[in-house]
T-cell receptor, first 109, second 118 residues
């Protein structure tokens, strides 16, 4: 059983389309992070959300933290091939750090 | 400045042999983490160090896995009597403060060691 479930697991879209990735848990997190990982590299932090209901924007990426701090979403507007990668949510409700199951995004030119 | 480095980048070993994986964190980072990632999957938390001590070792998958950190810097992850299911990419990360227990500090990752057990 995964503490952080992401959906969808795989996503293949055309350049210019919009998409949303979801990260859900039954546990409460004081903060959640989103990372992006490209092949052969380690994950790189995109954003940290810390307040229930918080919305953060990073260019074409919009991140939202659920009111109950159990879930988060990542919305990408007008996806580009450079957005291709593995997107991971992550957080630490206790003494271990958990990553989500991951969403593999492919943006086709 | 230098990022997190890991060695070797690739390791192929025979089933039953022991392997050591090394991680050099960013200088000055007190927290260090080990993760395991199967192909295209999310990361499995193994262990984290605050300084030289590991507050929680329960993420290690079996007693064949051990890790140590000396001098508050370099860390070694050792896998004894390797099995085929140990094949994965082992990632190390460091941060200036622990990202556990609700902390929100950024972790900086190394490129990983790809371990293949034949």
């Amino acid at each position: 059983t995964q503490l952080l479930e992401q959906s969808p697991q795989f996503l293949s879209i055309q350049e210019g389309e919009n998409l949303t990735v979801y990260c859900n848990s039954s546990s409460v997190f004081s903060s959640l992070q989103w990372y992006r990982q490209e092949p052969g590299e380690g994950p790189v932090l995109l954003v940290t959300v810390v307040t229930g209901g918080e919305v953060k924007k990073l260019k074409r990426l919009t991140f939202q933290f659920g009111d109950a701090r159990k879930d988060s979403s990542l919305h990408i507007t007008a996806a580009q091939p450079g957005d291709t990668g593995l997107y991971l949510c992550a957080g630490a409700p206790g003494n271990q750090f958990y990553f989500g199951t991951g969403t593999s995004l492919t943006v086709i030119p | 400045g230098a990022g997190v480095s890991q060695s070797p980048s690739n390791k192929v070993t025979e089933k039953g042999k022991d392997v050591e994986l090394r991680c050099d964190p960013i200088s000055g980072h007190t927290a260090l983490y080990w993760y395991r990632q199967s192909l295209g999957q999310g990361l499995e938390f193994l262990i984290y160090f605050q300084g030289n001590s590991a507050p929680d070792k329960s993420g290690l998958p079996s007693d064949r896995f051990s890790a140590e950190r000396t001098g508050g810097s370099v860390s070694t992850l050792t896998i004894q009597r390797t099995q085929q299911e140990d094949s994965a990419v082992y990632l190390c990360a460091s941060s200036s403060y622990p990202a556990v227990a609700g902390g929100s500090y950024e972790q900086y990752f190394g490129p990983g060691t790809r371990l293949t057990v034949t």
